[in-house]
């Protein structure tokens, strides 16, 4: 895993997410964009695909692996559904390359609300993102 292979968080932060999905007019546009986001993702080894990996309560399989470098953490993360890798896009914008204290201060609430997104997904996609953020956020708490 490296941390340049991941743009997210690093060179694609929540600001530049919020500014592209406002020139959209409809949610159609906006999930191409999310499901085009997920295609920046580069794809998990299948050495990493395995359960100790997978992330519970997601509708899909989504598969996450974290590293620490100094203070920041750093997620890799894949899944087999397009749409699903798309919302990892979005959660890593705002997580991945931040260290535990910044990651926890995080308000994912007021992105998720401002990108109006849980009031857009199924309620099955919505629980998922949710566990997706609490996978990181149990991450940052075990490293803090």
Known sequence: MTQSSNPFGTRIGVDDILETLEFFDSWEERYKYIIDLGKELPPLPE?????EFLVRGCQ???WMVSEQDGDALYFDVDSDAFIVKGLLALVLA?????????????DVDAYF???Q???HL???RGNGIKAMVERVQNTARAAN
């Not at 705002?94 to 995080?106: D, S």
């Open 47 to 51: 050495s990493v695909r395995q359960d």
């Open 60 to 62: 899909s399989q989504v």
């Open 94 to 106: 705002a997580y991945n390359g931040k260290t535990a204290a910044e990651i926890l201060a995080f």
């Open 113 to 115: 609300e401002r990108l």
């Open 117 to 119: 997104l849980l009031k």
């Open 122 to 124: 199924s309620p099955t």
